[in-house]
C-alpha cells in the first residue's frame, strides 16, 4: 500500500554498530544506557553506561558507573570510571573513582574527587590490595650521632 510490495523482500535493514547516539540537553535518561557505538551526553543519566565512546558535553551529567573505551568528560560524572582512554577537559568534574587502561589526560582545571589507578586487564581487580610498606619502604641508614652541645664554663 505504502510502498513498493517488490521491493521490501530485497531490502533489508542493516544495524549501524558505528552510529552515533545524542542526549540533548532538555533530555533526562532514567536507567542503564547500552550501545555498541558512540553517545553524546548534553543531558542527563541516571544510570550505569556501558559504550564503545563517549563525550560528555559541559551540559552533560552522569550519575552511575561508566564502562568506556574512549571517555572524554567535559561536564560532570558521579560514579566509577573504568575506561581504556580517559581525558577530562578543564571543566570536568569526576566525582569517583577513574581506573583507566592506556591513557589518562586531564588539563588545567579539571576537579577529581576519588582513586585514579592504571589497570593492566580490561577487567578491575578490586581485591587487589596494596601494603603501604612497599610503597614507603626505604633502605635503612645509618643513625645519625648524637652531637654533643659546648658546656658553658664557670666565669
Do not use: C, W
Request: hydrophobic content about 35%; proline content about 2%.
Amino acid at each position: 500500500m505504502f510502498g513498493n510490495s517488490k521491493n521490501t523482500n530485497k531490502s533489508k535493514k542493516v544495524l549501524n554498530h558505528s552510529g552515533r547516539s545524542f542526549i540533548s540537553e532538555s533530555l533526562q535518561v532514567e536507567g542503564d544506557v547500552r550501545t555498541s557505538g558512540s553517545i553524546d551526553v548534553n543531558g542527563l543519566i541516571h544510570g550505569n553506561v556501558y559504550v564503545d565512546d563517549m563525550t560528555i558535553a559541559e551540559s552533560g551529567s552522569v550519575r552511575g558507573n561508566l564502562e568506556v573505551r574512549k571517555l572524554e568528560i567535559n561536564g560532570h560524572v558521579e560514579g566509577k570510571i573504568s575506561a581504556e582512554t580517559v581525558m577530562l577537559g578543564k571543566n570536568a568534574v569526576v566525582k569517583g573513582d577513574i581506573f583507566f587502561k592506556s591513557t589518562l589526560r586531564t588539563e588545567e582545571g579539571a576537579d577529581i574527587d576519588g582513586y585514579i589507578k592504571r589497570v593492566d586487564g580490561a577487567k578491575i581487580d578490586s581485591e587487589e590490595e596494596i601494603a603501604i610498606e612497599e610503597i614507603t619502604y626505604r633502605p635503612e641508614e645509618k643513625e645519625p650521632a648524637l652531637v654533643a652541645s659546648p658546656e658553658k664554663k664557670a666565669v
